[in-house]
């Protein structure tokens, strides 16, 4: 079973205009949440996080909302640039002292067209 | 920086031959993992490692064993390489009790 799930494989954005990725989770112990970006023969390389004491946490261009009655959260990126054409991992870790893991969607692949 | 290295960026292998792979990193991370990536699947774990000579299963281990003899270093082995072992394979390290994870640039491993 998926415990954290992102629907949408792909993503198209015209540059300049805000990029939404989704991410939903089913395992209500996850407390903290975290983005990935991953270019094509690269490792990934850590975007944003949020703890699940808050609902938003903005870094730059990148925000993360988190709604935990939902069990969504989003990454927002604004304004796209042809740069952030990659793939985005959303990933969830359990309680501190619990899980060790990291546990990862599959990805949803972002083009942005200049 | 931390850094977190993998001793091949691209490998070829046959079927039945045993696959080395290893991971440095240079953080004294107590914690490190070994993924793999595919399309369509995400980033799947496949063994991780709180500390030296200690090592858990991930959610794939079968066909791979790993090893830890020092704190900087995680290998990942393929006791006998199968076709369906190709793939990307990603090291990743972190202090105890943080969660996020560093990568390394990812092994390309190509079982024929």
């Known amino acids: 079973d998926q415990q954290v799930k992102q629907n949408s494989p792909s993503l198209s954005v015209q540059e300049g205009r805000i990029s939404i990725l989704n991410c939903d989770y089913t395992?209500?112990?996850?407390?903290?949440f975290l983005w990935y970006k991953k270019y094509p023969a690269e490792g990934p390389t850590f975007l944003i996080s949020?703890?699940?004491?808050?609902d938003k946490n903005e870094d730059g261009r990148f925000t993360v909302f988190l709604n935990k009655s939902a069990k969504h959260l989003s990454l927002h990126i604004v304004p796209s640039q042809p740069g952030d054409s990659a793939v985005y991992f959303c990933a969830a870790s359990g309680p501190q002292g619990g899980s060790e893991k990291l546990v990862f969607g599959k990805g949803t692949k972002l083009t942005v067209n200049p | 920086d931390v850094k977190v290295t993998q001793s091949s960026r691209y490998l070829v292998k046959r079927t039945g031959e045993k696959v080395f792979l290893e991971c440095v990193q240079d953080m004294d991370h107590e914690n490190m993992f070994w993924y793999r990536q595919d399309p369509g699947l995400g980033l799947r774990l496949i063994y991780f490692?709180?500390?030296?000579?200690?090592?858990e299963k991930g959610d794939i281990p079968e066909g791979y064993s790993v090893s830890r003899e020092k704190k900087e270093r995680f290998s990942l082995i393929l006791e006998s390489a199968s076709t369906n072992q190709t793939s990307m394979y990603l090291c990743a390290s972190r202090t105890s009790g943080y969660n996020e994870q560093f990568f390394g640039p990812g092994t390309r491993l190509t079982v024929l």
């Open positions: 949020i703890s699940s004491i808050k």
């Open positions: 490692s709180y500390d030296v000579k200690m090592k």
């Open positions: 395992n209500s112990m996850f407390d903290y």
